[in-house]
């Protein structure tokens, strides 16, 4: 059974400050790892995902995530956030042999102006 | 560009109550899913489908049923409202080919149990 988990249920950060969300995965196989965001009140919308390849993919509004196997990690980062990335952003990951994305709990990023 | 069209927005039901909520979406996408979500809890796979007609059970599924009767739509049963249940319940669809990597999620419909 895969889990993800994401340590922090709270991050508060700056305008202009760089953010890093963690997430953690447990799995043996081949994975798929995904981040999410969700604003307030909507649906999720896709960030980036990772299968193979370079281990640092880029996704929109100038989010990277990098993944790591010797962690069992695939962090979520930005540079220097705006209020408007306030929301809660949620990994999520799936093998290939299924539909079924496993997500994690959720971190809420607060963006102070 | 598509959208996902979840009616009804906000639902409140009675204890033991069966309450239907449906999902429409214009992608053209095979695979369609619904997730529960609860605070602090995260997503939970309640349903998904991967063609019409087609039902595979997700971690949660006690409790709900679902149909999916046409492409388009994937609608979701709460078959007993639980007392004092608070949840967003989430439809989302992929390209079957690209299995789950991309979802599109629609915005959701809240339910309250009184």
């Known amino acids: 059974t895969q889990t993800v988990s994401q340590s922090d249920a709270h991050v508060t950060v700056f305008e202009g400050d760089s953010v890093e969300l963690r997430c953690n995965y447990s799995y043996g196989g081949s994975i798929y790892l995904s981040w999410y965001i969700q604003h307030h009140g909507r649906g999720l919308q896709f960030l980036l995902k990772?299968?193979?390849?370079?281990?640092v993919v880029q996704g929109v509004n100038g989010f990277e995530a990098e993944f790591s196997k010797s962690d069992s990690s695939f962090h979520l980062r930005k540079a220097s956030v705006h209020w408007s990335d306030s929301a809660v952003y949620f990994c999520?990951?799936?093998?290939?042999?299924?539909?079924?994305?496993?997500f994690g709990t959720g971190t809420s990023l607060l963006v102070d102006p | 560009g598509g959208i996902i069209t979840q009616t009804p927005k906000f639902l409140i039901g009675q204890e033991g109550q069966k309450l239907t909520l449906k999902c429409q979406q214009n992608?053209?996408?095979?695979?369609m899913y619904w997730y529960r979500q609860d605070s602090g809890k995260g997503l939970r796979l309640i349903y998904y489908?991967?063609?019409?007609?087609?039902?595979q059970k997700g971690d949660l599924s006690e409790g709900y049923d679902a149909s999916r009767e046409k492409k388009s739509s994937f609608s979701l049963t709460v078959t007993s409202a639980q007392k004092n249940e608070m949840a967003v319940f989430l439809c989302?669809?992929?390209?079957?080919?690209?299995?789950?990597?991309?979802?599109?999620f629609g915005h959701g419909t809240k339910l309250s149990v009184l």
């Open positions: 989302a669809s992929s390209i079957a080919t690209d299995s789950n990597e991309r979802l599109f």
């Open positions: 489908s991967i063609t019409e007609n087609d039902l």
């Open positions: 992608f053209n996408h095979d695979t």
């Open positions: 999520a990951a799936s093998t290939n042999m299924g539909y079924k994305l496993t």
């Open positions: 990772y299968y193979s390849g370079n281990p």
